[in-house]
């Protein structure tokens, strides 16, 4: 499974942006996927996560409220909105997969990891 996320870039503090990561290769739909971040020097965190079907996600309490993850099976591809930024939001985001439907909030629970996007607020 490859994973290809975009999105990412520069933006004010209470700015949005929306970061999408499409799965290709065999038995790439279905699975649940997430979204942890990593700013230099700091261990990765978890964002959120989606199960296989789309229907019920997780999100980080730094995040809860102002962010939004959505799964499109048809184009296997995976949104994270962002809104209400905040400069503490700055890191690379790395999206995710599983090998299994159900979601899971532990980065080793993550067996496939995209190439991350860089995401900036400026305050």
């Known amino acids: 499974v490859q994973l290809q996320a975009s999105g990412g870039g520069l933006v004010q503090t209470g700015g949005s942006l929306r970061l999408s990561c499409t799965a290709s290769?065999?038995?790439?739909?279905?699975?649940?996927m997430g979204w942890f971040r990593q700013i230099p020097g700091k261990e990765r965190e978890f964002v959120a996560a989606i199960n296989g079907d789309g229907r019920s996600a997780y999100y980080a309490d730094s995040v809860k409220g102002r962010f939004t993850m959505s799964k499109d099976n048809a184009e296997n591809t995976v949104y994270l909105q962002m809104t209400s930024l905040k400069a503490e939001d700055t890191a690379v985001y790395y999206c995710?997969?599983?090998?299994?439907?159900?979601?899971?909030?532990?980065?080793?629970?993550?067996?496939?990891w995209g190439q991350g996007t860089q995401v900036t607020v400026s305050s």
């Open positions: 290769g065999r038995t790439s739909s279905g699975r649940a």
């Open positions: 995710t997969a599983r090998t299994s439907v159900w979601l899971k909030t532990g980065s080793d629970e993550h067996t496939y």
